[in-house]
């Protein structure tokens, strides 16, 4: 196996036990897989464990920008309670900028562990007044709240933004924050698994953002 089980909402080290996947803080969980180092050589592993659930990705990417970190959560056979990407490159505004983009099930936790929220969810913020952002998914708009982080810790070094469509959450966190203005240009996001041939050419590396 290519990716290592991980639990979604923080960085202690599970074990197998005969009831399932243990954290030693969460009790039983279903877990996150990731692999050490992004690279094109773990993506089938990874779309396998995804099933139908998509792996966002801003597409086509900027020149230069590359991603640095993917993984899902999901027990065999199932389709992915949630999954995560993580690309970076240069703008002329902010420097280098990094972006995590999570889609889960309410409840998973990894988009509040990706984003250093306090709540598991985004909560009452989404849907609250006009939208900051919008995001396109298959041709349709998405819109986003940003999602506070002032109760975190180290909450300058970051915008978070938040939607909902079909049920699951989508999770943007973008660093530095005032790289949240790049999304005035209305981003069109793409399920990795729907870019076929495409997908040989998309370029890894680079150190993931902490979370
Ligand atoms: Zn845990």
Not at 82 to 93: E, I, P, Q, R, V
Not at 121 to 128: I, T
Request: glycine content about 10%; charged content about 15%.
């Amino acid at each position: 196996m290519s990716l290592a089980a991980g639990c979604p909402r923080c960085t202690s080290p599970v074990s197998e036990q005969p009831d399932g996947w243990r954290c030693p803080d969460h009790g039983v969980i279903t877990p996150l897989w990731r692999p050490s180092v992004a690279r094109y050589e773990d993506l089938a592993v990874h779309l396998q464990q995804c099933g139908h659930a998509p792996t966002l990705v801003p597409w086509p990417l900027a020149p230069g920008w590359t991603i640095t970190d993917f993984g899902c959560v999901s027990a065999p056979g199932q389709d992915a309670r949630a999954s995560m990407l993580s690309c970076h490159g240069m703008s002329d505004a902010d420097g280098l900028v990094e972006l995590t983009l999570v889609s889960e099930e309410p409840g998973v936790g990894l988009g509040a562990r990706c984003a250093g929220t306090d709540h598991t969810d985004p909560g009452a913020e989404v849907g609250h007044g006009p939208p900051q952002a919008r995001v396109r998914i298959a041709g349709a708009t998405l819109p986003l709240w940003a999602v506070s982080t002032s109760e975190s810790h180290g909450h300058f070094d970051r915008s978070v933004l938040a939607g909902e469509a079909h049920g699951r959450w989508l999770w943007l966190v973008l660093r530095p924050p005032s790289a949240a203005l790049l999304l005035r240009d209305e981003w069109s996001l793409a399920d990795l698994a729907d870019l076929g041939p495409e997908l040989v050419d998309v370029p890894f590396g680079g150190s993931p953002p902490p979370w």
